[in-house]
T-cell receptor, first 113, second 113 residues
Framework: GEDVEQSLFLSVREGDSSVINCTYTDSSSTYLYWYKQEPGAGLQLLTY?????DMKQDQRLTVLLNKKDKHLSLRIADTQTGDSAIYFC?????????????FGKGTKLSVIP | EPEVTQTPSHQVTQMGQEVILRCVPI?????FYWYRQILGQKVEFLVS????????KSEIFDDQFSVERPDGSNFTLKIRSTKLEDSAMYFC???????????FGPGTRLTVL
């Protein structure tokens, strides 16, 4: 079945850029998402990218997609302490008629002041 | 901005008891989902619901689970006879269409004693 893998922890200094990486196995993924989860809170959609795109930028967030390597990354520019959270990569293969999201385990981002 | 809401935020129950978790999806959304996250593990898909019937379900969603849209606004997940391993955070999500972005609620933490 589909699998999504992420590194579990990332620590950066405030003001630096953060890069969170994700790999997936489903070559027919149609949409890939990044969700953010703050302590005790739900899953907040950050951004998404369609599988026919290579890059998407949204203010401080840049998503890069390498379809050949099945690698997705999320870059957060000028990381702030408020960015400390768990970041989940998720994919959906709507081409198969399935609308279920498959999530990674999440990367815990710690921002050091 | 419209959002998905869930009640209660925390539910404690005894093993073998029935629980009902409630969700109010975003009002113009047509697809509804339940996911769960066992502590320290991935967010896992349980079930999707469209046009008053289950459209997809995972292996986790066995006969102990059921979903219902009892009125025009609520979407519920019932666990008939809870087990210790049902302890998890349960997230409701909704989307306008099956291929659209899924928006998540804040979750209900279920603790089975």
């Amino acid at each position: 079945g589909e699998d999504v893998e992420q590194s579990l922890f990332l620590s950066v200094r405030e003001g630096d850029s953060s890069v969170i990486n994700c790999t997936y196995t489903d070559s027919s993924s149609t949409y890939l998402y990044w969700y953010k989860q703050e302590p005790g809170a739900g899953l907040q959609l950050l951004t998404y990218i369609f599988s026919n795109m290579d890059m998407k930028q949204d203010q401080r967030l840049t998503v890069l997609l390498n379809k050949k390597d099945k690698h997705l990354s999320l870059r957060i520019a000028d990381t702030q302490t408020g960015d400390s959270a768990i970041y989940f990569c998720a994919e959906i293969d709507s081409g198969a008629g399935s609308y279920q999201l498959t999530f990674g385990k999440g990367t815990k981002l710690s921002v050091i002041p | 901005e419209p959002e998905v809401t869930q009640t209660p935020s925390h539910q404690v129950t005894q093993m073998g008891q029935e629980v009902i978790l409630r969700c109010v999806p975003i009002s113009n959304h047509l697809y509804f989902y339940w996911y769960r996250q066992i502590l320290g593990q991935k967010v896992e898909f349980l079930v999707s619901f469209y046009n008053n019937e289950i459209s997809e379900k995972s292996e986790i969603f066995d006969d102990q689970f059921s979903v219902e849209r009892p009125d025009g606004s609520n979407f519920t997940l019932k666990i008939r006879s809870t087990k210790l391993e049902d302890s998890a955070m349960y997230f409701c999500a909704s989307s306008r269409e099956g291929t659209d972005t899924q928006y998540f609620g804040p979750g209900t933490r279920l603790t089975v004693l």
